[in-house]
Protein backbone atom coordinates (compact mmCIF):
# COMPACT_ATOMS: atom_id res chain seq x y z
CA UNK A 1 0.00 0.00 0.00
CA UNK A 2 1.15 3.44 -0.52
CA UNK A 3 2.10 5.37 1.65
CA UNK A 4 0.05 8.18 2.62
CA UNK A 5 -0.25 12.28 2.23
CA UNK A 6 -2.75 14.09 4.24
CA UNK A 7 -4.40 17.06 2.99
CA UNK A 8 -6.73 19.04 5.41
CA UNK A 9 -9.32 21.43 3.92
CA UNK A 10 -9.25 19.45 0.71
CA UNK A 11 -13.04 19.38 -0.57
CA UNK A 12 -12.55 23.07 -2.06
CA UNK A 13 -10.14 25.19 -3.20
CA UNK A 14 -6.76 24.80 -3.27
CA UNK A 15 -7.08 21.69 -1.50
CA UNK A 16 -9.33 19.75 -3.47
CA UNK A 17 -6.69 21.02 -6.52
CA UNK A 18 -3.88 19.56 -4.31
CA UNK A 19 -5.69 16.43 -3.71
CA UNK A 20 -6.29 15.92 -7.11
CA UNK A 21 -2.79 16.59 -8.12
CA UNK A 22 -1.50 14.33 -5.85
CA UNK A 23 -3.80 11.43 -7.11
CA UNK A 24 -2.90 11.97 -10.74
CA UNK A 25 1.04 11.45 -9.42
CA UNK A 26 -0.05 7.82 -8.09
CA UNK A 27 -0.35 9.04 -4.20
CA UNK A 28 -2.64 7.78 -1.85
CA UNK A 29 -4.32 10.98 -0.93
CA UNK A 30 -6.26 11.19 2.71
CA UNK A 31 -8.43 13.54 2.43
CA UNK A 32 -9.32 15.32 5.74
CA UNK A 33 -13.06 16.98 4.98
CA UNK A 34 -15.32 19.09 7.83
CA UNK A 35 -17.92 18.28 5.11
CA UNK A 36 -20.37 14.82 6.47
CA UNK A 37 -18.88 11.32 4.91
CA UNK A 38 -21.28 11.51 2.00
CA UNK A 39 -20.92 14.76 1.45
CA UNK A 40 -17.18 14.89 1.47
CA UNK A 41 -16.98 11.96 -0.81
CA UNK A 42 -19.01 13.26 -3.88
CA UNK A 43 -16.11 15.39 -3.73
CA UNK A 44 -13.63 12.87 -3.98
CA UNK A 45 -16.18 11.26 -6.83
CA UNK A 46 -16.05 13.91 -8.61
CA UNK A 47 -12.34 14.31 -8.85
CA UNK A 48 -12.26 10.51 -10.00
CA UNK A 49 -14.26 11.15 -12.47
CA UNK A 50 -12.93 14.55 -13.86
CA UNK A 51 -8.94 12.99 -13.83
CA UNK A 52 -10.52 9.79 -15.65
CA UNK A 53 -12.37 11.55 -18.43
CA UNK A 54 -9.11 13.86 -18.61
CA UNK A 55 -6.33 11.45 -18.23
CA UNK A 56 -7.47 8.38 -18.62
CA UNK A 57 -4.12 6.85 -19.49
CA UNK A 58 -2.66 7.78 -16.12
CA UNK A 59 -2.23 5.17 -13.30
CA UNK A 60 -3.58 7.44 -10.18
CA UNK A 61 -3.18 6.75 -6.40
CA UNK A 62 -6.41 6.52 -4.15
CA UNK A 63 -8.66 8.86 -2.44
CA UNK A 64 -8.95 8.18 1.29
CA UNK A 65 -12.00 10.46 3.05
CA UNK A 66 -12.11 10.83 6.57
CA UNK A 67 -13.26 13.68 8.98
CA UNK A 68 -11.78 16.40 10.53
CA UNK A 69 -13.00 19.18 11.82
CA UNK A 70 -9.76 21.68 13.17
CA UNK A 71 -12.34 23.57 15.19
CA UNK A 72 -12.77 20.75 17.44
CA UNK A 73 -9.71 19.07 19.38
CA UNK A 74 -11.95 16.23 20.13
CA UNK A 75 -12.00 15.36 16.28
CA UNK A 76 -8.81 16.53 15.67
CA UNK A 77 -7.39 13.78 18.23
CA UNK A 78 -10.14 10.78 16.97
CA UNK A 79 -8.52 11.93 13.20
CA UNK A 80 -5.02 11.37 14.88
CA UNK A 81 -5.76 8.26 16.62
CA UNK A 82 -7.12 6.68 13.93
CA UNK A 83 -4.47 7.68 11.36
CA UNK A 84 -1.75 6.50 13.75
CA UNK A 85 -3.56 3.52 14.56
CA UNK A 86 -4.46 2.48 10.86
CA UNK A 87 -1.30 3.89 8.84
CA UNK A 88 2.74 2.62 8.67
CA UNK A 89 3.88 5.55 7.61
CA UNK A 90 3.41 9.41 6.98
CA UNK A 91 4.98 10.88 5.23
CA UNK A 92 3.48 14.29 3.78
CA UNK A 93 0.89 16.53 5.95
CA UNK A 94 -0.06 19.24 4.08
CA UNK A 95 -2.02 22.03 6.18
CA UNK A 96 -3.92 23.96 4.26
CA UNK A 97 -7.21 24.40 5.19
CA UNK A 98 -8.15 27.83 6.53
CA UNK A 99 -11.28 30.34 7.23
CA UNK A 100 -11.77 34.32 7.93
CA UNK A 101 -14.67 34.77 9.86
CA UNK A 102 -16.65 38.56 9.70
CA UNK A 103 -17.70 38.28 13.55
CA UNK A 104 -15.86 36.69 16.22
CA UNK A 105 -16.92 33.33 17.07
CA UNK A 106 -15.96 31.12 19.73
CA UNK A 107 -15.67 27.33 19.92
CA UNK A 108 -16.30 24.59 22.56
CA UNK A 109 -13.40 24.47 23.48
CA UNK A 110 -12.85 28.39 23.94
CA UNK A 111 -10.67 29.22 21.04
CA UNK A 112 -11.26 32.00 18.92
CA UNK A 113 -12.64 30.45 15.82
CA UNK A 114 -9.99 31.88 12.78
CA UNK A 115 -7.14 31.06 15.49
CA UNK A 116 -8.23 27.33 16.28
CA UNK A 117 -8.93 26.91 12.42
CA UNK A 118 -5.85 28.50 10.82
CA UNK A 119 -3.21 27.50 13.27
CA UNK A 120 -3.83 25.84 16.23
CA UNK A 121 -5.94 22.98 15.06
CA UNK A 122 -3.03 22.28 12.53
CA UNK A 123 -0.28 22.40 15.26
CA UNK A 124 -2.26 19.76 17.56
CA UNK A 125 -2.69 17.69 14.43
CA UNK A 126 1.56 18.51 13.70
CA UNK A 127 2.05 17.30 17.32
CA UNK A 128 0.01 14.32 17.36
CA UNK A 129 1.20 13.04 13.93
CA UNK A 130 5.15 13.70 14.71
CA UNK A 131 6.02 10.65 16.26
CA UNK A 132 4.67 8.65 13.03
CA UNK A 133 6.22 11.16 10.25
CA UNK A 134 9.68 11.04 12.40
CA UNK A 135 9.64 6.85 11.66
CA UNK A 136 8.49 7.87 7.84
CA UNK A 137 11.53 9.77 6.78
CA UNK A 138 12.46 11.59 4.62
CA UNK A 139 8.76 13.87 5.55
CA UNK A 140 7.43 16.82 5.16
CA UNK A 141 5.17 19.15 6.84
CA UNK A 142 3.83 22.23 4.49
CA UNK A 143 2.08 25.12 6.11
CA UNK A 144 -0.25 26.93 3.94
CA UNK A 145 0.33 30.60 5.85
CA UNK A 146 -0.53 33.79 3.54
CA UNK A 147 1.12 37.12 3.04
CA UNK A 148 -1.51 38.50 5.20
CA UNK A 149 0.82 37.55 8.00
CA UNK A 150 2.71 40.81 7.01
CA UNK A 151 0.43 42.93 8.98
CA UNK A 152 -0.11 40.29 11.61
CA UNK A 153 0.65 40.82 14.98
CA UNK A 154 0.75 37.98 18.12
CA UNK A 155 -1.93 39.49 20.68
CA UNK A 156 -0.07 37.42 23.26
CA UNK A 157 -2.17 39.06 26.14
CA UNK A 158 -5.55 38.51 23.90
CA UNK A 159 -4.73 35.45 21.76
CA UNK A 160 -8.39 34.83 21.44
CA UNK A 161 -9.17 38.13 20.61
CA UNK A 162 -11.74 38.80 23.26
CA UNK A 163 -10.84 42.71 23.26
CA UNK A 164 -9.14 43.17 19.84
CA UNK A 165 -11.11 41.08 16.85
CA UNK A 166 -11.17 42.43 13.62
CA UNK A 167 -11.75 40.16 10.76
CA UNK A 168 -8.35 40.54 9.03
CA UNK A 169 -6.65 41.30 12.53
CA UNK A 170 -7.52 37.60 13.11
CA UNK A 171 -6.39 36.13 9.71
CA UNK A 172 -3.30 37.93 9.77
CA UNK A 173 -2.84 37.08 13.15
CA UNK A 174 -3.20 33.55 12.93
CA UNK A 175 -0.83 33.49 9.58
CA UNK A 176 1.64 35.26 11.14
CA UNK A 177 1.30 31.79 13.54
CA UNK A 178 1.63 29.68 10.92
CA UNK A 179 4.53 31.16 9.67
CA UNK A 180 6.56 31.24 13.33
CA UNK A 181 5.92 27.53 14.25
CA UNK A 182 7.32 26.61 11.02
CA UNK A 183 10.41 27.94 11.56
CA UNK A 184 10.27 27.09 15.22
CA UNK A 185 9.40 23.47 13.94
CA UNK A 186 12.36 23.52 11.40
CA UNK A 187 14.61 24.47 14.56
CA UNK A 188 13.32 21.55 16.77
CA UNK A 189 13.23 18.92 14.11
CA UNK A 190 16.77 20.15 13.01
CA UNK A 191 18.68 16.29 11.81
CA UNK A 192 15.55 14.12 12.04
CA UNK A 193 14.91 14.11 8.13
CA UNK A 194 11.72 15.78 8.53
CA UNK A 195 11.39 19.53 7.23
CA UNK A 196 8.36 22.14 7.16
CA UNK A 197 7.87 24.58 4.96
CA UNK A 198 5.21 27.79 4.86
CA UNK A 199 4.01 29.30 1.79
CA UNK A 200 1.66 32.40 0.28
CA UNK A 201 -0.84 30.69 -2.54
CA UNK A 202 -1.07 33.90 -4.39
CA UNK A 203 -4.63 35.64 -4.13
CA UNK A 204 -7.50 33.50 -5.27
CA UNK A 205 -10.70 35.10 -6.39
CA UNK A 206 -12.96 32.03 -6.23
CA UNK A 207 -11.98 30.41 -2.63
CA UNK A 208 -14.05 30.50 0.56
CA UNK A 209 -12.17 33.21 1.97
CA UNK A 210 -12.84 35.44 -1.01
CA UNK A 211 -16.22 34.49 -0.85
CA UNK A 212 -16.26 35.61 2.90
CA UNK A 213 -14.58 38.93 2.25
CA UNK A 214 -16.89 39.26 -1.27
CA UNK A 215 -19.85 38.56 2.03
CA UNK A 216 -18.45 41.02 4.63
CA UNK A 217 -19.91 44.55 5.91
CA UNK A 218 -20.96 47.43 3.27
CA UNK A 219 -17.82 49.48 3.72
CA UNK A 220 -15.06 46.54 3.46
CA UNK A 221 -17.29 46.08 0.55
CA UNK A 222 -16.08 49.21 -1.43
CA UNK A 223 -12.70 49.00 -0.51
CA UNK A 224 -12.40 45.82 -1.94
CA UNK A 225 -14.21 46.61 -4.60
CA UNK A 226 -12.13 49.37 -5.70
CA UNK A 227 -8.81 47.35 -4.53
CA UNK A 228 -10.03 44.34 -7.14
CA UNK A 229 -9.43 47.18 -9.95
CA UNK A 230 -5.66 46.73 -9.01
CA UNK A 231 -5.53 43.02 -7.93
CA UNK A 232 -7.03 41.16 -10.57
CA UNK A 233 -3.84 41.00 -12.76
CA UNK A 234 -2.02 39.24 -9.88
CA UNK A 235 -5.08 37.17 -9.03
CA UNK A 236 -4.35 33.04 -9.48
CA UNK A 237 -6.89 30.14 -10.08
CA UNK A 238 -7.18 27.75 -8.23
CA UNK A 239 -4.47 25.49 -10.26
CA UNK A 240 -1.61 28.40 -10.02
CA UNK A 241 -2.42 28.71 -6.56
CA UNK A 242 -1.75 25.33 -5.61
CA UNK A 243 1.16 25.02 -7.37
CA UNK A 244 3.73 26.23 -4.51
CA UNK A 245 2.01 23.76 -1.99
CA UNK A 246 2.54 20.85 -4.38
CA UNK A 247 6.68 22.62 -5.25
CA UNK A 248 7.54 22.80 -1.21
CA UNK A 249 5.62 19.38 -1.27
CA UNK A 250 7.00 16.98 -4.05
CA UNK A 251 10.23 19.54 -5.16
CA UNK A 252 13.58 17.64 -5.09
CA UNK A 253 15.21 21.35 -4.94
CA UNK A 254 13.76 21.90 -1.46
CA UNK A 255 14.34 18.53 -0.15
CA UNK A 256 17.17 19.74 1.90
CA UNK A 257 15.53 23.52 2.86
CA UNK A 258 13.14 23.53 6.12
CA UNK A 259 11.64 26.26 7.99
CA UNK A 260 11.49 28.52 5.23
CA UNK A 261 8.31 30.62 3.49
CA UNK A 262 7.85 29.97 -0.27
CA UNK A 263 5.94 32.59 -2.46
CA UNK A 264 5.54 31.47 -6.33
CA UNK A 265 7.54 28.32 -6.01
CA UNK A 266 10.79 30.18 -4.72
CA UNK A 267 11.76 31.61 -1.47
CA UNK A 268 10.16 34.78 -0.32
CA UNK A 269 11.83 36.87 3.06
CA UNK A 270 9.52 36.60 5.64
CA UNK A 271 8.26 40.04 7.40
CA UNK A 272 10.18 41.22 10.47
CA UNK A 273 7.75 40.27 12.60
CA UNK A 274 8.02 36.34 11.70
CA UNK A 275 11.29 36.38 11.91
CA UNK A 276 11.48 36.54 16.25
CA UNK A 277 13.06 33.17 17.18
CA UNK A 278 11.91 34.74 20.59
CA UNK A 279 8.31 34.96 19.75
CA UNK A 280 8.66 31.27 17.80
CA UNK A 281 9.96 29.69 21.07
CA UNK A 282 7.23 31.98 23.13
CA UNK A 283 4.16 30.43 20.49
CA UNK A 284 5.47 26.99 21.07
CA UNK A 285 5.29 26.77 24.60
CA UNK A 286 1.83 28.82 24.80
CA UNK A 287 0.12 26.41 22.46
CA UNK A 288 1.46 23.57 23.84
CA UNK A 289 -0.87 24.77 27.01
CA UNK A 290 -3.53 25.74 25.12
CA UNK A 291 -4.43 22.41 23.78
CA UNK A 292 -3.13 20.17 26.72
CA UNK A 293 0.11 18.66 25.52
CA UNK A 294 2.40 19.89 28.73
CA UNK A 295 4.54 17.10 28.35
CA UNK A 296 5.13 16.60 24.88
CA UNK A 297 8.48 16.53 23.43
CA UNK A 298 9.99 15.65 19.83
CA UNK A 299 12.24 12.71 20.26
CA UNK A 300 14.73 12.71 17.88
CA UNK A 301 16.32 9.29 17.61
CA UNK A 302 14.31 7.91 14.95
CA UNK A 303 16.92 6.33 12.25
CA UNK A 304 16.30 8.32 8.84
CA UNK A 305 15.62 6.08 6.27
CA UNK A 306 15.97 6.48 2.74
Known sequence: ???????????????RVTAKELYKAGARVIMACIEESSAAERVAEGIRKEVEASHPELKVGALVVKKLDLSSLESIRKFADDLNESEEKINILI???????????????????TYVTNYLGHFYLTCLLLP???????ARIVNV?????????????????????????????????????????????????????????????????SNQIKESSRSWR????????????????????????????????????????????????????????RDAKKLWDESLKMVGLHDFHIKKDHKING
Open 222 to 277: YVLNFLSIFMIPLSKTQEQGAATTLFCALDASVAEESGFYYKDCAREEVALQARSE
Open 95 to 113: NNAGILTRERRVTKDGFEL
Open 132 to 138: KMLGSTP
Open 145 to 209: ASIAHTSGRMHWDDLTLEKNFSMFGAYAQSKLAVVLITRELASRLEGTGVKTYSLHPGILPTTNI
Open 1 to 15: MARPWVVTGSSSGIG
